[in-house]
């Protein structure tokens, strides 16, 4: 798999510490690190500080959801890098590694067709209330009104927030089912949009105009509870949200009283607002969406193909084994940031 002739393998034995991982095993990692001279440790962190013995003596951290905040940062005396599994960094305190000259990477389009293959799956499923007949006929209820009611695909519209690759990898694909795409994207230039067939639009008007709101906004502090009372206030009645972006963009107390209470039909998330995966212990009990019959929760799962999930595996552990052995890495999140506070 790996070319072991890529590095040339340094001899003092840099650490690199795996934060933590739900792979199994770190084999694939080691195969990369270990032909570049490192070595590699291996946790499984469920709190911020439990990174921190291990901080002053590392070269590198691949971080899976573990956090890698300021206090973290801070700790570390030799440190040349913090590799991210996937594409956000909202778990990297970018700032204060910069701060302290480390590179920060990630890894980029590797996941593209997964996410969009999942937030298109979990609207269809939705719209054609998938669950609510499969629970009826396993109640022995055979009745085509068990999911009424269910409206055609066809000439209906869809929102989709943020128009990035992924975006727009739903907004093609949702075009084969003949629903017009509006997007919000607010760094996306006009004509870029126009090139795709969709139509840029305010955030006021997707809420307005949108049958079907399928998120994958990334997490910044501008996108935290992008989508909260306000907005489901606004939204047509029975519309249908699908976020496949990061959960906190979409406010789950919110959320719970526009399904009870508001406009809301259903909602398909790939994330709760909590990320259980990150909390060292959850239960569906912390968060009152998991009662409600008209919500759909998958596990953080749309960017999961057993090819995707090796493809982060191998390009975090490459961007690091790169960095360690003076190589330039494919992906970086601050190097003009670092190479301007070296002027």
């Known amino acids: 798999m790996i070319d072991q002739g890529a590095f040339t393998p340094r001899t003092d034995k840099p650490k690199v510490v795996i934060t933590d991982y739900d792979f199994g095993n770190v084999s694939v990692e080691k195969e990369i690190l270990e032909a570049a001279g490192a070595e590699v440790i291996a946790l499984q962190a469920k709190r911020e500080e439990d990174l921190f013995d291990v901080a ?71 719209a054609r209330k998938l669950p609510a007949y499969d629970r009826a006929t396993h109640a022995g209820i055979w009745r085509w009104q068990s999911g009424q009611p269910v409206y055609r695909l066809r000439g209906r519209t869809m929102g989709v927030v943020s128009l990035g690759k992924i975006g727009q990898a739903i907004a093609s694909r949702a075009r084969a089912f003949g629903v017009e795409v509006i997007a919000y994207d607010p760094f996306l230039p006009a004509e870029a949009a126009a090139s795709l067939n969709v139509e840029l639009v305010s955030k006021a008007d997707l809420l307005a105009r949108s049958d079907y709101i399928l998120m994958q906004a990334p997490m910044t502090s501008q996108t935290r509870h992008f989508l909260s009372d306000a907005e489901f206030a606004a939204i047509k009645p029975g519309a249908i949200l699908v976020n496949t972006g990061r959960g906190p963009t979409v406010d789950n107390k919110a959320l719970f009283r526009a399904l009870t209470e ?82």
């Not at 480390?102 to 067709?113: D, F, G, P, R, S």
């Open 262 to 343: 508001g406009n809301l039909g259903a909602a398909g998330l790939d994330d709760p607002e909590e990320e259980p995966a990150k909390r060292a212990n959850w239960s569906p009990d912390d968060n009152p969406i998991f009662t409600l019959p008209n919500v759909l929760v998958t596990p953080h799962v749309a960017y999961y193909s057993e090819e995707s999930i090796l493809a982060a595996r191998v390009t975090a552990a490459t961007q690091v084994a790169k960095v360690l052995t003076g190589q330039e890495p494919d992906y970086t999140v601050n190097a003009a940031a670092l190479a301007l506070s070296t002027q």
């Open 56 to 126: 002053p003596h590392c070269a590198a951290m691949i971080n899976q959801y573990a956090r890698v905040g300021r206090e973290t940062i801070l700790r570390m005396k030799s440190c040349e890098v913090i590799a991210r599994y996937g594409v956000g960094v909202d778990i990297v305190d970018v700032d204060a590694a910069t701060e302290r000259g480390i590179l920060v990477t990630n890894v980029q389009n590797y996941c593209t067709e997964e996410v969009a293959d999942h937030a298109i799956s979990l609207w269809l499923t939705l």
